[in-house]
């Protein structure tokens, strides 16, 4: 099955600085690839999302990079605010018939005011 | 809508009780999954269901372990008899069949076994 690598488990960085979460996949059938954001004592929530035909998506502050022939996936935060503090997780998913994702464990961002 | 609702959001039980965690999808949506969330296994898929029908239950730890959907806005997940172990927060997410991989979760429910 699919096993997904998440880093780094914890992240610390300057309010206005940039952060960077990476990811790694295993299944190269695996061709969804969305990120959650957890908020504390809130359910995962959807931010954003790529499939393996793009290489690169972008949505305001927050864009995502898939490199399929490395297997790897970005996050990339610009302008980091207090309210981009959460835990993030990646996951991957194959959509031939198959509705689940895998999971990574998570990266706990904090933004440092 | 009010998106997924869990309840309880917060349980403590004694070891050995039986415990009943509930959740009521998104209307409309066809998928529900049950994760459970530990800080040292991460985000883990116990269980889910495609109009109410069990379709993968192998992420389920072992046969204390029982989920049901008797229908499209109500599920369960049981567990019978309870251990310190299974102590952690319990999500359950819904979607739709035509955006299947865009999952909605519940605010959890936090569950201390003691």
């Known amino acids: 099955g699919e096993n997904v690598e998440q880093h780094p488990s914890t992240l610390s960085v300057q309010e206005g600085d940039s952060a960077v979460i990476k990811c790694t996949y295993s299944d190269s059938a695996s061709n969804y690839f969305p990120w959650y954001k957890q908020e504390l004592g809130k359910g995962p929530q959807l931010i954003i999302d790529?499939?393996?035909?793009?290489g690169e998506k972008k949505d305001q502050r927050i864009a995502v990079t898939l490199n399929k022939t490395a297997k790897h996936f970005s996050l990339h935060i610009t302008e980091t605010q207090p309210e981009d503090s959460a835990v993030y997780f990646c996951a991957a998913s194959n959509d031939f018939g198959n509705e689940k994702l895998t999971f990574g464990t998570g990266t706990r961002l904090t933004i440092i005011p | 809508d009010a998106g997924v609702i869990q309840s309880p959001r917060h349980e403590v039980t004694e070891m050995g009780q039986e415990v009943t965690l509930r959740c009521k999808p998104i209307?409309?949506?066809?998928?529900l999954f049950w994760y459970r969330q530990t800080m040292m296994r991460g985000l883990e898929l116990l269980i889910y269901f495609n109009n109410n029908v069990p379709i993968d239950d192998s992420g389920m730890p072992e046969d204390r372990f029982s989920a049901k959907m008797p229908n499209a806005s109500f599920s369960t997940l049981k567990i019978q008899p309870s251990e310190p172990r299974d102590s952690a927060v319990y999500f359950c997410?819904?979607?739709?069949?035509?955006?299947?991989?865009?999952?909605?979760f519940g605010a959890g429910t936090r569950l201390s076994v003691l």
């Open positions: 997410a819904s979607s739709l069949r035509e955006l299947r991989y865009i999952q909605y």
């Open positions: 790529i499939r393996s035909n793009v």
């Open positions: 209307s409309g949506h066809d998928y």
